[in-house]
């Protein structure tokens, strides 16, 4: 008998977001319909530790609108990680700039630092540092390299809540920062996403162009001070994101539970390596991944027929930008390529139970 089908992921729902969403839904209208997405501010800029916050219907929504507000524009230049999903350049191709991307660390597999730096030519507006399935870009020589070049640096934290960096979370230590909260990740709002800064003048401009164009301070009713942006969050999802947020502990703490028991369960596999946690560091471990040695010969061919016939659900490591049809500049830079050719992402949704867990260690520990 066939056991039952283990998705890759699927959010955690209890009773305080259905009554939230329910209010919103029934009450949040007329004086009412910013209430949720106030308090849905509130909590992440508390929860973060910044000071500033604006709900959004995307991740991308708050990249797009960021990296406007920094001027980037036609002819300038933004420097990514060749191991990327679109939705982290898009918004730089959206607004006529021109994506370098830059290999992978094979420790991290987010961008290689040294690579960053030498990338930078007199075009470059900005460096976006994407932090990997909750993996930590290296901030310390990311800033120090954006300072030392007067460029800012931009994170996009999408797959790392619950990561932080010597003390400060993922996301609080760019320009600015943006979230992702579709229903795949830690926590959600089903689609979603949060801007954050600490730069009151950049949160003013964002908060302009997030409204259409209309500044906070403009008295004319229905008055445009520029063309904006339509990247608002509804009230009601953020009533989901506000119970969410009442659970980020235990949401966070869930992750761990399972990366744990992956990271256990494959502990005498030989070649299996999984996302790294550097010392004074803290990975929210969003998507545990798996990559195999090249001495042990497993690719993602095999990978995907395993899992396939172990009736599990399993992603695909990101295919380097670089190699896909809207950049088409090749086979992809040789770390990105050669990682992505020999890894898997693992199922973590928060419900997982332990049977699961062991069911797919087992798929892992059966490959030849």
């Not at 209430?35 to 508390?46: H, M, N, W």
């Not at 599990?312 to 090749?330: H, I, K």
Request: net charge negative; glycine share 8%.
């Amino acid at each position: 008998m066939t056991p039952p089908r283990i998705a890759y992921t699927k959010p955690s729902i209890t009773e305080l977001e259905v009554s939230y969403a329910t209010d919103a839904a029934r009450n949040g209208w007329g004086e009412r319909c910013y209430e949720y997405i106030t308090r849905f501010e509130d909590a992440f800029r508390t929860h973060l530790g910044v000071r500033h916050a604006i709900a959004t219907s995307s991740c991308t929504g708050a990249l797009h609108m960021g990296l406007a507000a920094l001027g980037v524009g036609p002819g300038d230049e933004v420097i990514l990680a060749d191991t990327n999903w679109i939705a982290s350049v898009a918004p730089v191709v959206h607004l006529g700039a021109d994506p370098v991307f830059v290999d992978i660390r094979p420790d991290s597999w987010c961008a290689d630092p040294a690579l960053v730096e030498a990338a930078i030519t007199p075009r470059t507006r900005a460096i976006l540092a994407v932090h990997l399935y909750g993996n930590l870009c290296d901030m310390d020589a990311l800033l120090a390299i954006g300072a030392r070049h007067g460029i800012p640096v931009v994170e996009d934290a999408a797959e790392a809540i619950g990561s932080v960096w010597r003390g400060r979370r993922a996301g609080s230590m760019g320009a600015f920062g943006a979230f992702s909260f579709h229903g795949t990740k830690t926590m959600t709002t089903g689609e979603g996403g949060m801007f954050v800064t600490n730069d009151d003048a950049l949160y003013e401009r964002v908060l302009t162009l997030s409204n259409h164009g209309r500044a906070r301070s403009q008295t004319k009713q229905f008055w445009p001070d520029m063309v904006g942006f339509k990247y608002k969050m509804s009230n009601i999802q953020a009533a989901i994101g506000c119970a969410q947020m009442e659970r980020i502990d235990e949401l966070i703490a869930g992750k761990r539970r399972i990366f744990t028991a992956y990271r256990e369960g494959l502990a005498d596999v030989a070649g299996v390596s999984m996302n790294p946690e550097p010392a004074g560091t803290q990975n929210g471990f969003w998507m545990p991944t798996v990559v195999f040695s090249r001495d042990r010969g497993v690719t993602r061919e095999m990978l995907q027929a395993a899992f396939a016939r172990g009736n599990a659900d399993a992603r695909v490591f990101f295919w380097p930008l670089s190699s896909t049809s809207p950049f088409d500049r090749g086979d992809g830079l040789p770390v990105a390529r050669d990682i992505a050719a020999r890894a898997i992402n693992l199922p973590a949704y928060h419900d997982i139970t332990d049977d699961e867990l062991q069911r797919v260690v087992s798929i892992l520990r059966d490959l030849p």
